[in-house]
């Protein structure tokens, strides 16, 4: 079945960091992939979206990577601040369908 | 901006009560979903629908029902609300077509007692 692995431990990094968050997905080829910010006890907020044939994308200080060979994908955040603290979830869609497929997400803190 | 607006923020029902959850977009998106977020479980969908009366189960449809008589409003039904339903509920929308944002609400708190 498909299925998407996200690091459930909590990262904690400290701030002025890079954090790299993980998604690795098996069983599945999707075209697109997106990336989502959750806040506690509120929805999920766009970020990023990548499509298969885009190795790299980003935007201010994020940035997504695709590798479809290794069916990974990387959410960088650079010059991390304490407001980046938050639970990250990555979203792959099914071909062919409207249907997205969400991880269970990580949960990063930036300390100051 | 697109605003997903769920009705109740907070439910608290006993068990066998009809519950409805409602949810309104106003960006004429014609997607719209209704997910549930559990700890551990990560957002699963329960239906979806692509257009005014058009619906299709997701991963957990069953004690779910759902409507969508107006673009603009995609209601979820609890037949009769059971414990294990105690959850958070997640309306979305988006344009039609794979690479669009889904936009989110805010989320509905239900717990069933």
């Known amino acids: 079945s498909q299925k998407i692995e996200q690091n459930s431990e909590a990262l904690n990094i400290q701030e002025g960091k890079t954090a790299t968050l993980t998604c690795n997905y098996t069983n599945y080829s999707p075209a697109y992939l997106q990336w989502y910010r959750q806040d506690p006890g509120r929805g999920p907020v766009f970020l990023l979206l990548i499509r298969e044939n885009e190795k790299e994308k980003r935007k201010e200080r994020l940035k997504v990577t695709f590798d479809t060979t290794l069916k990974q994908s990387l959410f960088h955040i650079t010059a991390s601040q304490p407001a980046d603290s938050a639970t990250y979830l990555c979203?792959?869609?099914?071909?062919?369908?409207?249907?997205?497929?969400f991880g269970t997400g990580t949960r990063l803190k930036v300390l100051a | 901006d697109v605003k997903v607006t769920q009705s109740s923020r907070y439910l608290v029902k006993r068990t066998g009560e009809k519950v409805f959850l409602e949810c309104v977009q106003d960006?004429?998106?014609?997607?719209m979903f209704w997910y549930r977020q559990d700890p551990g479980l990560g957002l699963r969908l329960i239906y979806f629908?692509?257009?005014?009366?058009?619906?299709e189960k997701g991963d957990i449809p069953e004690g779910y029902s759902v409507s969508r008589e107006k673009k603009e409003r995609f209601s979820l039904i609890l037949e009769s609300a059971s414990t294990n339903q105690t959850s958070m509920y997640l309306c979305?929308?988006?344009?039609?077509?794979?690479?669009?944002?889904?936009?989110f609400g805010e989320g509905s708190w239900l717990t069933v007692v």
């Open positions: 960006m004429d998106h014609e997607n």
């Open positions: 629908s692509y257009d005014v009366k058009m619906k």
């Open positions: 979305a929308s988006s344009l039609s077509g794979v690479r669009n944002t889904i936009y």
């Open positions: 979203a792959l869609d099914t071909f062919g369908t409207y249907k997205y497929i």
